[in-house]
């Protein structure tokens, strides 16, 4: 009879085969069902048209791919093929992976741009304004690179009272896209006025650091302007389109972002020169003017003002006065008249002159007719008056 075997022992069985003849392999095909575990394990599918796989790669080998793995992203893993026990699953159990080939790499550079321009992150009026007077510039890069070390030579150049604050940073390899979003972070919590991350040329794989998804969002959430300057003029990447500047270098970068010293000084010198010819237009017009009241009539014979505006006055004066005495006079003649006309109607006088006033029941009787005899009357004279009953 046949030996009868538990599941477990079949399955130890065939996992020791497929491990001894399955050490080393690389598979190529299409990654299905990416899940990064809150572990730091990474849990997906590769499959071509015919057949599929399942793949495992655990945390701390996976910080040594360069890259972001997507659903529908083309690779090549290494690894060895084991079994998952529990399941009766054969897997690959993955020690590395890279892009399978730069077409690949050009195709996931495309669905990431499509995703976030689709998403507004490259619309201009996101755009923050570059300064033009940085006094501190930050720089995530590589310290020990040469895109640094044209960028110190370009700002002692142009502008040397500008401070850079270097964070140094992975640009290449694994974990560099994290390091470049801390950098970011960084910088943001300090008093720069401007960040410029980048590096120097390199291959589509070599610049891969730039177009993940992560520094894309960091650079799009940034308080502080940000200008990328990553690689030569014909390299773009995701990081130039979402950035508020793109430079086609780093050296560039650093020109767009300082100011040259000697432009500012012809600006001052033009600008100076403009202020001189304007205070000597001034000038050379007040002295017209002064010159023309110092030969001035006026200013050469002032008494003969004065004397003029003497007699100016004394006309004036002249005119009024006549004018006041004439008023005066018709005033003083109308009071005279009026004098006249009362005191020719002064009871007193008239009585003087032999007349009498006749008064009855306190009226005056002006008729004989009015006059009642029977009743008592009152005759009064200028200086007395006399009753009758």
């Known amino acids: 009879m046949s030996q009868i075997l538990s599941v477990s022992e079949i399955t130890n069985q065939i996992r020791q085969q497929l491990e001894i003849n399955f050490q080393q392999i690389s598979i190529e095909g299409e990654i299905s069902n990416f899940k990064p575990h809150v572990s730091g394990h990474w849990y997906f599918t590769l499959k071509d048209s015919g057949a599929q796989i399942s793949c495992t790669m655990w945390k701390g080998l996976n910080n040594y791919v360069f890259f972001k793995p997507q659903d529908g992203m083309k690779i090549i893993a290494n690894g060895r093929i084991t079994i998952y026990p529990q399941r009766g699953n054969y897997q690959l159990d993955v020690k590395s992976?890279?892009?399978?080939g730069e077409g690949e790499l050009q195709a996931a550079f495309e669905r990431l741009k499509k995703k976030l321009y689709e998403e507004g992150l490259f619309e201009e009026n996101h755009k923050k304004e570059i300064p033009q007077f940085s006094s501190r510039i930050g720089i995530v890069t590589a310290k020990d690179?040469?895109?640094f070390q044209d960028m110190i030579s370009i700002a002692s150049r142009r502008y040397p009272l500008v401070e850079l604050v270097i964070r140094p940073a992975r640009v290449q390899g694994e974990g560099a896209a994290e390091d470049i979003v801390s950098g970011i972070q960084e910088l943001n919590k300090t008093d720069v006025d401007l960040i410029i991350i980048g590096r120097g040329g390199g291959s589509l794989e070599d610049l891969w650091a730039f177009n993940e998804e992560i520094v894309a969002r960091e650079i799009f959430k940034s308080k502080i302007p940000i200008?990328?300057?990553?690689?030569?003029?014909i390299d773009y990447t995701i990081s130039d389109f979402v950035a508020d500047k793109r430079s086609p270098t780093p050296s560039a970068a650093m020109e767009i972002a300082t100011p040259n010293t000697e432009d500012l000084l012809y600006q001052l010198t033009e600008l100076q020169n403009e202020f001189q010819n304007i205070l000597q237009n001034k000038l050379d017009g007040s002295r017209d003017v002064l010159n023309k009241v110092l030969n001035s009539y006026g200013y050469r014979m002032p008494q003969n003002i004065i004397k003029n505006k003497m007699q100016y006055l004394d006309n004036i004066w002249y005119r009024l006065e006549s004018s006041v005495f004439h008023e005066f006079e018709k005033?003083?003649?109308k009071i005279e008249v009026l004098?006249?006309?009362i005191d020719s109607n002064n009871m007193v006088k008239i009585q003087k002159k032999g007349y009498a006033i006749i008064k009855q029941n306190n009226s005056l009787v002006t008729k004989a007719a009015e006059l009642?005899?029977?009743?008592?009357?009152l005759i009064k004279f200028y200086d007395d008056e006399i009753g009758i009953n």
């Open 97 to 100: 992976m890279k892009i399978a």
């Open 145 to 147: 690179g040469a895109a």
């Open 227 to 233: 200008i990328s300057a990553v690689g030569h003029e």
């Open 331 to 333: 005033k003083k003649n």
């Open 339 to 341: 004098s006249n006309i």
């Open 372 to 377: 009642r005899k029977e009743k008592h009357f």
